[in-house]
C-alpha cells in the first residue's frame, strides 16, 4: 500500500524528509587508509576520541559511496532503507516519487510503539586488522543505556564462542554529532578483538 510522500509531520520527521542528489553523509573530511587499522591504532583512537582518524580503504570507501547513492536512488532516506534492513519494518512504496520507505515510519513508531534495539554487524566497517569485528547496536524511541551496551557485548561474545572464537577485548562509543552518519537512530559502535580458540 502507498504512502504519501509528504504525509510526515512534528519536528522528529527529519528522518523521513526527501534526500536531494547532493545530500552527504556529515564528515568533516574523508579520510583513508591502505594500512588496516591494529588493535593498538584504535585503542589510541578510543582514548584521545579521535573518532575522525577511523577511515575506510579506498576501494572500500567507494563500494560505500555507491551503495549511498542506489539508497537515494531507489528510497525516501536512510533511515527508511535502515529502519527496514535492521529492524525488519515493512518496505512500502511512495504514491509521488516511487521510493520505498518503511512503514511506520521513525516518528510515527516513535510516538506509538515501545522502543526498539538490535544488535547487527556494520556492512561497512572501517579499515580494520583481521580480527576485528565491527558491529553497531541500533535503538529506536530512546537512548541507548551502559546495561543495553553490556548486554550486546555478551551476546557478541556468546556467538563467537558458538563459532570456535574468544573475544580478547571490546570497545565501544557513539560518535559525535558531526560524525553520525544516521543521527535519527540511536547507535552505539562496538568493535571486539577476536582470537580463534
Not at 570456535?164 to 559525535?176: A, I, L, Q, R, S
Request: net charge negative.
Amino acid at each position: 500500500m502507498p504512502v504519501n510522500d509528504n504525509g510526515f509531520s512534528g519536528t522528529d520527521a527529519s528522518s523521513s524528509m526527501p534526500m536531494t542528489q547532493d545530500e552527504t553523509i556529515r564528515r568533516p573530511e574523508r579520510r583513508f587508509s591502505n594500512e588496516p587499522m591494529k588493535w593498538e591504532h584504535c585503542i589510541n583512537i578510543y582514548g584521545t576520541q579521535a573518532w575522525h582518524e577511523l577511515s575506510r580503504s579506498p576501494s572500500q570507501e567507494m563500494v560505500y559511496q555507491a551503495h549511498c547513492n542506489k539508497l537515494r536512488e531507489e528510497w525516501r532516506s536512510i533511515c527508511d532503507y535502515m529502519l527496514v534492513r535492521v529492524f525488519e519494518f515493512e518496505a512500502v512504496r511512495c504514491c509521488k516519487s516511487g521510493k520505498l520507505a518503511a512503514r511506520p515510519a521513525l516518528d510515527e513508531m516513535n510516538c506509538a510503539m515501545k522502543p526498539m534495539k538490535k544488535l547487527a554487524r556494520n556492512d561497512f566497517p572501517y579499515n580494520f586488522d583481521e580480527g576485528i569485528e565491527h558491529w553497531c547496536l541500533w535503538k529506536t524511541g530512546s537512548g541507548i543505556d551502559i546495561e543495553e551496551i553490556f548486554d550486546a557485548r555478551r551476546k557478541i561474545a556468546k556467538e563467537s564462542e558458538e563459532n570456535g572464537k574468544h573475544v580478547e577485548d571490546f570497545m565501544h562509543w557513539t560518535n559525535p554529532p558531526n560524525l553520525k552518519s544516521l543521527p535519527e537512530i540511536e547507535h552505539v559502535h562496538i568493535l571486539c578483538l577476536i582470537k580463534k580458540k
